[in-house]
C-alpha cells in the first residue's frame, strides 16, 4: 500500500495505563501493567511506536498505579507528543476517556488498551480500522481476533459479527467467535450524556449497540492476551521462537 492509497488515520490516540494489573501481582506490585516489559521493551512503548508508524501525532495517557513510574520513562519520547492524564480515584475505561476528551477533540480517535499487543497480518492493523471507518454510520469500530486462537486468552469471546461489521453481545452462557482485542476508533458523539466519574466503557458501546452503531473489523495477524504472568511467559515465548535474531517491533 502505497502513501497515496493510505487510510487517513486519525492524529490524535489514547492509551489506557491506569488499571492496577491485580491478575499480573506481584510483578504489578511495583511496575505499572504497561511498563511491564515484553521482547525487551515495556508494553506501552510497542503501542506507542506502532502508532507513532500510522502519522498519530498526539497520544494522551491516563495513569493512576505507580503512574509516576510511567511518566518518567516516557518524558525524553518526543514523537508522538505525550500528555497524562493523572486520575486519583479510578475512573475506569469510560472515564478515563470521557475526561481526556478536551485534549482528543471533536474528530474520531484511536483508543488502545495500556497491556494491548499485537503482531500485523498482511495488513497494518491500525490502518484497516482506519480504512473501514464510516463517520454517517458508526460511532465505535472495534478490533476482533478469533476467541480460540488468541494467544494467552480462555475466555468466552465478546461478540457475534455480521458480514457488514455490525456486532451483537455474546449472549449469557455461549462462546463467540470474536473477542475485543483492546484496540478501536471512536467518535467523541459516543460519549454524549456520559455519567459523572467512574464507568465502564461498555455503557457505550451498549448505546451504539441499540442504534446499530457499532462495528468490528477482524484483526489477521496475531493477538496476544498479556493478562497474567503464564499470558506474558506464552507471548515471550512466541515472539522468541518466531523472531530468533531480533527484537521485534
Not at 505499572?32 to 506501552?44: F, N, T, V, Y
Not at 519520547?77 to 481526556?100: C, H, I, M, N, W
Not at 467512574?198 to 458501546?205: E, G, P, R, T
Request: hydrophobic share 40%; aromatic share 8%.
Amino acid at each position: 500500500m502505497n502513501d497515496a492509497t493510505k487510510p487517513a488515520v486519525p492524529k490524535r490516540a489514547m492509551i489506557l495505563a491506569a488499571g492496577k494489573g491485580l491478575r499480573m501481582r506481584p510483578i504489578t506490585d511495583k511496575t505499572p501493567k504497561p511498563m511491564i516489559k515484553l521482547d525487551g521493551r515495556p508494553l506501552i512503548e510497542h503501542s506507542l511506536d506502532r502508532l507513532e508508524d500510522v502519522g498519530v501525532t498526539d497520544v494522551i495517557i491516563n495513569t493512576h498505579h505507580l503512574a509516576d513510574k510511567i511518566t518518567r520513562h516516557l518524558r525524553s519520547r518526543t514523537s508522538p507528543a505525550l500528555d497524562f492524564s493523572f486520575e486519583e480515584e479510578l475512573l475506569e475505561t469510560g472515564g478515563g476517556v470521557t475526561k481526556a476528551l478536551p485534549f482528543l477533540g471533536p474528530d474520531p480517535f484511536i483508543v488502545v488498551n495500556g497491556d494491548a499487543f499485537w503482531l500485523d497480518g498482511p495488513t497494518n492493523a491500525l490502518e484497516r480500522l482506519a480504512a473501514e471507518w464510516r463517520d454517517d454510520d458508526m460511532d465505535g469500530l472495534l478490533m476482533l481476533h478469533s476467541t480460540v486462537v488468541a494467544y494467552g486468552y480462555d475466555g468466552f469471546g465478546d461478540f457475534y459479527c455480521e458480514a457488514d461489521g455490525r456486532l451483537t453481545r455474546r449472549p449469557e452462557g455461549e462462546i463467540v467467535p470474536w473477542l475485543f482485542a483492546g484496540i478501536q476508533i471512536l467518535h467523541p458523539r459516543i460519549l454524549d450524556g456520559a455519567p459523572d466519574g467512574a464507568f465502564s466503557l461498555n455503557w457505550a458501546y451498549n448505546r451504539a449497540l441499540e442504534n446499530d452503531r457499532l462495528f468490528g473489523v477482524v484483526h489477521d495477524g496475531e493477538w496476544f492476551h498479556i493478562g497474567t504472568p503464564d499470558g506474558l511467559g506464552e507471548a515471550e515465548t512466541y515472539l522468541q521462537i518466531r523472531f530468533p535474531e531480533t527484537k521485534h517491533r
